[in-house]
Structure formats: C-alpha cells, structure tokens
C-alpha cells in the first residue's frame, strides 16, 4: 500500500472522529438533526481528500452518528451530497470558494430534495418537497463559516498548500 493512501485515510479516520466526537453539537429542526460541523468535515475531506474520500467520510459519519442516536437518516442524503460536490468543484476549479458553494448547494438543495423521499417513506414524516432545504441551508451555513475561518488561516500558513503538495493531489 503507498504511504499517500495511508496518509489520506488516517486524515480521513481523524476527520471522521472528530465528527462523531462533535455530534452532539445539532440544532433539532423538525424531523432532521442539522450538526453544522459535518459541514465543516465535509469541507475539509473535499477539498484536502477529494470527493471520493469526502463521501465515504460522510457516510461512515452518517452511519454511526445513526447507531449512537445522535443523528437521523436525513444525514446521508445531506452530508454525502455536500460532500460530493464540495469535493468535485474545489477539484476541478481549484478555487476554494467553490468548496463552500458546492457544500452549500449540495447539501441545501440537492440533500434537502432528496431527504423527502427518506422522509416519507422510511421515517414517516409528511414534510413538503423543499421543507428540508432551509434548515440543510442553516446548518451547512453554519459549517462553512466555520471552513472558510480555519481554512483561510490554513492558507495563510501555507499549511494546505504544503499539504497538499505532499498529497500530489491534483
């Protein structure tokens, strides 16, 4: 195995970790849990990690978030979707306020959509179609403040560009 996917995944477990360390950290708003420094996990996975490691940190967040009764099955539609595109758009345009937008969007209006139908069918609640996009909206908004502060101060630091030289993640 090289030393870069090791690297990549003990970033990841730690991100993952901090995540569920910090889930008790939600605001209720309705049926969903918002937990705004998923967010800010996701952020970081995508843009240090890239999308695809960024969803499998979501999901496995998502997941035991679910077996300790901190989060709701909403988390995996919202956390994973952010993820996704937070990761896709920081790695093909290279511009970190792409990130947030992607994590942003993805989760509040691509996440929010999707929740309905695990709203509906496997939790029971008679939301609207768009009734999860505000509160995904509030949440991830709340994360990416919390992304743009510390990465921007990475940045500075030169911590992220050292890093993610040493990663050769293009």
């Given at each position: 195995?090289?030393?870069?996917?090791?690297k990549k995944l003990a970033l990841a477990g730690i991100l993952v970790a901090v995540g569920i360390v910090c889930s008790p950290l939600s605001i209720p708003v309705g049926?969903?849990?918002?937990?705004?420094?998923?967010?800010?996990?996701?952020?970081?996975?995508?843009?240090?990690l890239g999308p695809g490691y960024a969803v499998g940190m979501a999901f496995v967040t998502s997941l035991l978030r679910n077996l300790m009764g901190t989060g709701t099955l909403l988390a995996f539609p919202g956390?994973?979707?952010?993820a996704f595109l937070c990761g896709m758009l920081y790695k093909y345009g290279k511009h970190l306020p792409y990130a947030y937008v992607g994590e942003l969007f993805g989760t509040s209006v691509i996440g929010g959509i999707?929740?309905?139908?695990v709203a509906a069918f496997l939790m029971g609640?008679?939301?609207?179609?768009?009734?999860?996009?505000?509160?995904?909206?509030?949440?991830?908004?709340?994360?990416?403040?919390?992304?743009?502060?510390?990465?921007?101060?990475m940045k500075r630091m030169?911590?992220?560009?050292?890093?993610?030289?040493?990663l050769n993640y293009q």
């Open positions: 195995m090289k030393n870069i996917n090791v049926a969903s849990k918002c937990a705004p420094v998923q967010h800010f996990i996701n952020i970081l996975g995508g843009v240090f956390s994973m979707c952010g999707l929740s309905y139908p609640s008679d939301s609207a179609v768009f009734g999860f996009v505000i509160p995904f909206f509030i949440s991830s908004f709340g994360g990416t403040i919390l992304a743009v502060v510390l990465v921007t101060v030169k911590v992220l560009d050292i890093y993610l030289g040493n």
